[in-house]
């Protein structure tokens, strides 16, 4: 048996006007054509929207990569589907009779298309600003841990990033020397990308090391461009 929806919109913190709106946002295609796909569909770009806004006032030094990157880690089904387990939204689901028997409740696509259809269905209900509310409060947790992962890729990825978010082609890495005993070498490597005309060294101990070092010198020159 379905839960009571009301105490789903208590754990969202919004209460619908349109009841009819909660039940579509939470029935499943295989449960009849009056399911939440359309809602889906909205929900998607009203999602992407809010979360767009948020990084773009919060991230004033971050360049279009990275706010593209930080908002895909945001929208990206399994974040939406931790959202949907964390309340408990399987539990309120309308789903066909073959889904019900193949766990589509705890299914992670089926949970994560259910949110955007309810935030979809808080747009339609309360509008904008009561879409945003509830998307902001139920991504506060993740918005907060935002900075703390991006600091901590390391600086080929987030070159390569970089460089792929410009539509430029990525860096090639050279081994120029390997110095020293076997058990101590030394590894000077180079990372150039030909379309900027730009260059960088890195020293280090293995060559992956080397790499890393040569990246770093070269997302410093990239910012000074």
Known sequence: MREP?????????????????????????????????????????????????????????????????????????????EIAQSLQLGMYLNLGPGELRSGGHSRASILA??????????????????????????????????????????????????????KTALPVYTILSITGEQHEQRFRVSCKVEELDLESEGTGSSRRKAEQNAASQLLREIERV
């Open 113 to 166: 298309d259910a949110v955007e259809a309810l935030l979809a269905a808080v747009y339609l209900d309360g509008g904008y600003p009561a879409a945003r509310e509830v998307i902001l409060r139920l991504f506060e947790e993740k918005l907060a841990g935002l900075g703390r992962k991006s600091r901590q890729k390391d600086p080929k990825t987030r070159l390569q990033e970089l460089l792929q978010a410009k």
């Open 5 to 81: 929806v009301e105490r789903l919109c208590q754990a969202i913190g919004y209460r619908f006007n349109d009841p009819g709106l909660t039940e579509t946002a939470l029935t499943h295609r295989s449960a009849g054509s009056s399911n939440n796909e359309r809602l889906e569909f909205l929900g998607d770009a009203i999602l992407g929207f809010v979360i767009a806004d948020y990084l773009y006032s919060h991230y004033g030094n971050a360049d279009e990569g990275e706010l593209s990157r930080l908002r895909a880690a945001l929208v990206k089904g399994d974040s939406l589907a």
